[in-house]
Structure formats: structure tokens, C-alpha cells
């Protein structure tokens, strides 16, 4: 199947500071990408939708000052936490469309010390 | 919106088989029913989908109910690796259209 890779796996940083994830579709062009955040033992929650070229569509209650989007290209998108603080520790996962089917990252550990 | 009723925890003794229910009775016509499963700290792995006919590949089978207001999927022989949390979805067609996440059903597998 298609993969999508996460860069960082891990990521640690100081309250107050901005952190970056990227989302990548290794073979695979990807029009639409979305990210999503879970909490521990929660379920996956939607954050936005972007598309190649064009600003994302947050979902209700997501800040979009806070978590910046770019998707750049058709196998690239990035999510920017920016003023992190301790309430932003989670999980991010992000997912791009392909075809029929939609393929999910393994994911990004943000811990905001 | 979540749009599935899931039951929140299942258990499966290993080499048997493992139905994961999965309740959709608002579906749309023209929704499709996708299988996602998520082992821990990992990103969620494609199953399996469908619209009205049943559907099996190499990972499962899938049985949507005649009306299409539910939905079962079947893993045929568990092995212990098949622990995990498995999603029902249902989504409408459309690369725009977006997978929202219920909770889940956790599946353990047991020796």
C-alpha cells in the first residue's frame, strides 16, 4: 500500500516555543491532506483540511493562528504548533488521500515541557 | 461527526475468529463503510471497505447488512498481532471528504 512518513517520530521542546512536523506521501500524490490529534486513550479528533496550493479548513474549535498548515506541495504538507504550551502535548497524525483510499503516518509524539 | 455505534471492547481467544460489530443506521446512500485499526502509538491501518456488497481481501472480510444500517468485520484467524482499536467510519465518496473518528472498538486477542 501507499506511505505516508512523519519527520519527527519524537519531538520534545520548551513551553513558549514553535515546533514543525512534516507530512510526506513517499509514492503517492497526495491533493488532500489532513491532520488529526489524540489524546492518551482517546480517539483520533480532526484538526484540518488542506489542499495542494490553497488554506486549510480548520474543523470548529481548532485554532488556526496556533496550528499553521502549509501544504506546499502534492506530497508535502506541514503542521507548525506555534507557542506551544503543555496542554499541546499529544499525538498528531496526518493522513493523505490517494485514489480510493486514505493512508495515515505513524505519527508525531509532541511533549511541551 | 462520529455517524457509528461501536461496542467498546472486545476479546478474541488467538487462532479464532474476531466480528466486530459496527451500527450505522443513519448511513447515506451513497456513504461508503471503511475499517481502520490503530495498534498502539502507531497510525491508523487501512482494513477494508465497502458500499453494499460484501467485500474481503487479504486482511478480512467485511458483511454490510441488506439495508446497510450495520456492518460486521470479520477476522478470520486472530493472532495476537491483531490486537488493536478498530474503527468503523463512514464517509461519502470524494477526495475532499473527510474520515471523523469514533471511539472504537479495542479488540484483545488472548492465547
Known amino acids: 500500500g501507499a506511505v505516508v512518513s512523519q519527520h519527527p517520530s519524537r519531538v520534545i521542546c520548551k513551553s513558549g516555543t514553535s515546533v514543525k512536523i512534516e507530512c510526506r506521501s513517499l509514492d503517492f500524490q497526495a491533493t488532500t491532506m489532513f491532520w488529526y490529534r489524540q489524546f492518551p486513550k482517546q480517539s483520533l479528533m480532526l484538526m484540518a483540511t488542506s489542499n495542494e496550493g490553497s488554506k486549510a479548513t480548520y474543523e470548529q474549535g481548532v485554532e488556526k493562528d496556533k496550528f499553521l498548515i502549509n501544504h506546499a506541495s502534492l506530497t508535502l504538507s506541514t503542521l507548525t504548533v506555534t507557542s506551544a504550551h503543555p496542554e499541546d502535548s499529544s499525538f498528531y497524525i496526518c493522513?493523505?488521500?490517494?485514489?480510493?483510499?486514505?493512508?495515515f503516518g505513524p505519527g508525531t509524539r509532541l511533549t511541551v515541557t | 461527526d462520529a455517524k457509528t455505534t461501536q461496542p467498546p471492547s472486545m476479546d478474541c481467544a488467538e487462532g479464532r475468529a474476531a466480528n466486530l460489530p459496527c451500527n450505522h443506521s443513519t448511513i447515506s446512500g451513497n456513504e461508503y463503510v471503511y475499517w481502520y485499526r490503530q495498534i498502539h502509538s502507531q497510525g491508523p491501518q487501512y482494513i477494508i471497505h465497502g458500499l453494499k456488497n460484501n467485500e474481503t481481501n487479504e486482511m478480512a472480510s467485511l458483511i454490510i447488512t441488506e439495508d446497510r444500517k450495520s456492518s460486521t468485520l470479520i477476522l478470520p484467524h486472530a493472532t495476537l498481532r491483531d490486537t488493536a482499536v478498530y474503527y468503523c467510519i463512514v464517509r461519502p465518496p470524494g477526495t475532499g471528504n473527510q474520515f471523523y473518528f469514533g471511539t472504537g472498538t479495542s479488540l484483545t486477542v488472548i492465547p
Open positions: 493522513s493523505a488521500r490517494g485514489d480510493d483510499e486514505q493512508y
